[in-house]
């Protein structure tokens, strides 16, 4: 079983920066793709973020241009950058890493917390 270890997050005022890793216990090269979920208070998980295994990235229009997702192969680690937060940002963020094999086989972080203060 795939283990996805999450660090980062916390508190920031509107405007401010995070960055948000997630550590994988084998090589993100054998994943066909990682994402970033969030999921705010009260609300349902949310993408936000897929860098995709030859790199192509995606982002939910929310967060498109302030955050960027990114892997590091080599550290078998997986970042999200957020800036300009926003109080909307806040939520628990998620990092998954999938395996597509007839589905899709999904392994989760076990989440942090992001709070932007207005």
């Known amino acids: 079983q795939v283990q996805l270890v999450q660090s980062g997050g916390g508190w920031v005022q509107t405007g401010g920066s995070l960055r948000l890793s997630c550590v994988a216990s084998?090589?993100?090269?054998?994943?066909?793709?990682e994402d970033w979920f969030r999921q705010p208070p009260g609300g349902q998980r949310e993408l936000v973020a897929t860098?995709?295994?030859?790199?192509?990235?995606h982002y939910d229009d929310s967060v498109r241009g302030r955050f960027t997702i990114s892997r590091d192969d080599a550290k078998n680690t997986l970042y999200l950058d957020m800036r300009s937060l926003k109080p909307e940002d806040t939520a628990v963020y998620y990092c998954?890493?999938?395996?597509?094999?007839?589905?899709?086989?999904?392994?989760w972080g076990q989440g942090t917390q992001v709070t932007v203060s207005s």
């Open positions: 998954n890493a999938r395996r597509f094999d007839v589905v899709w086989h999904n392994n």
């Open positions: 860098i995709l295994s030859g790199g192509t990235t």
């Open positions: 084998e090589s993100l090269a054998t994943f066909n793709a």
